[in-house]
């Protein structure tokens, strides 16, 4: 019992420290938004909350469903299945991102026509757009989580993220303060931090062998078990929207 609490405390830990983080991530962003003024602040904060249930919530709850799968077929060492599974999801949200880039685009004629005001509208749309690369780096970023986690590894992800989120703080700087950026500037710092976390955590699993890259089946068996994983972001958006849209991502 207690090898078994000593094993789940270090598979738990490093994941906790490592959402902490993530928010720490947010704030700083926000923190930003906020010396640019109380516009800029509120059009920051709209798009966040905005994108976080529209399009975050949404690849989180698909790659959810990677879970299940990858950690029956770590536990059978089914590696073909463990990689089919992977590709998978990393096809399924390459298609996912497409709708929601759509609405990410028409966010300002959305938020007019639900009555908001016009100036804190066309801020949030600015920060949405230049937010749109950052859809395609989520398409790998979150199966690679789902992927590592499933197989025990924790702590490097935690130090993924540790790394990456120390480099958000002087790339906001540099884009917000020194290059005068503005908005598109802290969306700008977002989507470079979540691509740095990407390349570090890519960098993880080729250097250490935990992913086969070679596709070994037809692009037929994508479509097998598709439905499995659409049923899980409808449960995660309503968490975001349950929490006022969150600023996890």
Known sequence: MVEELKELWSMALPITAMNCLVYVRAVVSVLFLGRLGSLELAGGALSIGFTNI??????????????????????????????????????????????????????????????????????????????????????????????????????????????????????????????????????????????????LMMGYVCVYGRWEWKWKAGIGVVVVGLGRSLSWPFRVVLEYAWSGGGMKL
């Open 54 to 199: 529209t399009g975050y919530s949404v690849l989180v709850g698909l790659a959810s469903g990677l879970e299940p799968v990858c950690s029956q077929a770590y536990g059978s060492k089914n590696w073909e299945l463990l990689s089919l599974s992977l590709h998978r999801m990393i096809f399924i949200l390459f298609l996912a991102i497409i709708p929601i880039s759509v609405l990410w685009v028409n966010l300002e004629s959305i938020m007019l026509f639900m009555g908001q005001d016009k100036d804190i509208t066309s801020m949030a749309a600015v920060y949405c757009i230049y937010s749109i690369p950052d859809l395609l780096t989520n398409t790998f970023l979150q199966p690679l989580r789902v992927y590592l986690r499933s197989q025990g590894v924790t702590k490097p992800q935690m130090w993924c993220t540790l790394m990456a989120v120390i480099f958000h703080v002087p790339l906001n700087y540099v884009l917000v303060v020194v290059m005068g950026l503005g908005v598109p500037g802290v969306a700008m710092a977002s989507v470079l931090t979540n691509l740095h976390m990407m390349v």
